[in-house]
């Protein structure tokens, strides 16, 4: 993973001038504190200047600093992804080098796209291709890797392109890249035109019976929505990018009657019916296919993270964790990746949960003394830790922490030898205040919603990984040294896991849940993956998601939907319904059925602050902060006169 960045300007003015703020490099380098190097590109015909800078995670391969730049075409490269299929990476490979190579082989646009189509993984990028004066960037099919593009006719017309932003002060503000598709910028033309012309090549689905026409994530009639009057766009249907997924199998006809809901007289959810259903040798054949496609994606988000062969005082060293509520996507995963990761490493489960503000510290008691004196935020975490583990009392024992310890015993129970670290995360509301005024408020910039806030918040910590964990009775303080985290985004978006499918399932039946589940993933860039990502990379860690794994949602939107969820099921077993075998099958068995519980209101976080709030309100929380913007007034200049002559700057002064 890394931090990536390029600026624009389309004017003879130097690149030495003010470009970004020094606020928002400081972002970048948390995402990648591996390695921070920098590069400008100057062209004098016709006039632009641009600045690139890389921030490395080290995750695969030999240590690659960004941006890449290649000696005979003087093209330069900035990637932010993973290479997990389509482009073959050795082991010992880089999987950026062997990318940027790919590219620079490429003679004409078709080639470009081709490349940049046929990889499997997450990612985001920009590749400024020298000889046709061209600047390419975009966002994978799902939108798995944030960049976000600011626009600003003051400074000549510049173009910002990062990974992380911060709130504007003023007007000009951040917006999330759409991942329609690739955008390339003719900087040549730019000049000519008093304007920024953007040429968009969109993700184009093929046509089938049992599908739709056209499978293109994003809306690209709101490619442009909020942006500038100078900036306009063409979109290149001619030249498209092969849509890397199956396109949704939108056929309803009569449901199997293989199983009714009248046939589960109680209505209550039970291992028992999953056993039932697993019974028939059709859908046992069908879980163990669903089985081996996820846990190829798990194997191969485990698997592909540099390992230090130095161990401490004989152990090693955790190299993966979950998010982790117990709940059944994160379960799950967990299961899985046990197959995968080493036998003798440990595996950290990261479980967040906020205080009750009304019980911290205090029984009911003593609830006037405490109020006159609150012990510190600090104070607080540890002497709830020192309170049996299974005390109900705590203001830390929510819902998500109890289907936490639950889910741990199960996985202690499946893999005994293996050593879980369940990382119980516990944050009051005096440090999530603190912390979103400092941290949180600009990573979920440019979204500005109440949930955002909740989700943000809530995987910030949970990612940051610092908390307490048990071993033999002993608790103590840890945090996590993974690098790489998995989380269970997409599993409810494609198998129909919300309160609201159930909804629409029972006014619409199955035609209209599969639309709404077309709508869901089509949606899942801009609503979820940008800022998911933005908060976890602030640790110096890499959000890795396998249920948006090419493979599994290929296999996923194959099949018809009640394959995937039977929503005339009763809560706890319809909704996910093959996830949920395929957890039965793996041996989980509380787990397996337990009713959706979304983040916010699992980790508590949504009961601190919230006053009859939506979450579609716009939150005044994440207003409060101020933060440095990328704009002309009372700038720190990012490249100063001693950036010249360090060892991480370089610069290249062309005429052309």
Known sequence: MCGICCVVRLSHRPTDSCLLKEGILSNLRLRGPDSSHQLIKSVLHPPYHCFFSGHVLHLRGLITPQPLEDPVTGNVFLWNGEIFGGIHVEAEENDARVLFRHLCSCGSKPDVLSVLSSVRGPWSFVFYEASRHCLWFGRDYFGRRSLLWHFNKDLDGTLALSSVSAIPEMDNPWQEVPAAGIFNLDLQVCPASQGVVLTLHPWQGSSRENGTEDAAIGDQNLVLKGLPSYVSLEVDKGHSLATPVLPLNMKVLEVPGEFRFSDFANGVADVGILRRFLAAPPKKQLVHQFISVLSGAVKKRVLYVVRDTNQLGGERSPHVAILFSGGIDSILLASLADRHVPSDEPIDLLNVAFADPHRVG??????????????????????????????????FNVPDRVTGRAGLEELKSLSPSRLWNFVEIDVTLEELKAMREQRISHLVYPLYTVLDDSIGCAVWFASRGEGLVTHQGERRPYKSPAKVVLTGIGADEQLAGYSRHRACFERHGFEGLNEELRMELGRISSRNLGRDDRVIGDHGREARFPFLDEAVVSFLNSLPVWEKADLTLPRGIGEKLLLRLAAAELGLTASSVLPKRAMQFGSRIAKLESGGERASDKCVRLQSGSVEDFSTRGSKPLLKEADLHSGEFSGNFINS
């Open 362 to 395: 205090r029984g009911s008691s003593t609830r006037k003394r405490n109020k006159e004196k609150r012990p510190s935020p600090r104070s607080e975490r540890l002497n709830n830790a020192d309170g049996a583990a299974g005390d109900l009392s705590s203001c």
